[in-house]
C-alpha cells in the first residue's frame, strides 16, 4: 500500500509562491493518479488539482486555475503542486491523495497524506 507525504507548506505573503511535494513509499506509485484537496476548519476537504498516472490528463479547480500547477515525477515518485499568486483564500491544510481514478470527488481518493499548512498573510 503507498504511502504518501506532503511538504513545502509555511507562510508567505500575498502574491507569492509555494510548492508543494507529495513523497510516496512502499507501493508503486506512477499506478495512482493523484489528487491535491485543501481543508479550512469546519468546512469539506475541497479538490484542487489532480493528474492522472502517466500526466497525460490534469484538472483543476476553477479557483486555481492559472495560478497552480501540478506535476509529477515518476521517476522520483513525487507528485508537486506549484502555487503561484497565493491569496488569503488559499490559507488551508493542503493532502495529497492517491486514487484508482481521476476523480474530483475526495470519496473516491483511497490513501491520504498527513497534510501540509498553507498560510497566506495579506
Known amino acids: 500500500q503507498v504511502q504518501l507525504v506532503e511538504s513545502g507548506g509555511g507562510l508567505v505573503q500575498a502574491g507569492g509562491s509555494l510548492r508543494l511535494s507529495c513523497a510516496a513509499s512502499?507501493?508503486?506509485?506512477?499506478?495512482?493518479?493523484i489528487g491535491w484537496f485543501r481543508q479550512t476548519p469546519g468546512k469539506d476537504r475541497d479538490f484542487v488539482a489532480g493528474?492522472?498516472?502517466?500526466?497525460?490528463?490534469?484538472k483543476y479547480a476553477n479557483s486555481v486555475k492559472g495560478r497552480f500547477t501540478i506535476s509529477r515525477d515518476n521517476a522520483k515518485n513525487t507528485a508537486y503542486l506549484q502555487m503561484n499568486n497565493l491569496k488569503s483564500d488559499d490559507t488551508a491544510v493542503y493532502y495529497c491523495?492517491?486514487?484508482?481514478?481521476?476523480?474530483?470527488?475526495?470519496?473516491?481518493?483511497?490513501?491520504w497524506g498527513q497534510g501540509t499548512q498553507v498560510t497566506v498573510s495579506s
Open positions: 493528474i492522472s498516472w502517466n500526466g497525460g490528463v490534469i
Open positions: 512502499g507501493g508503486t506509485f506512477s499506478s495512482y493518479p
Open positions: 491523495a492517491a486514487s484508482n481514478g481521476l476523480v474530483t470527488a475526495s470519496d473516491g481518493y483511497h490513501t
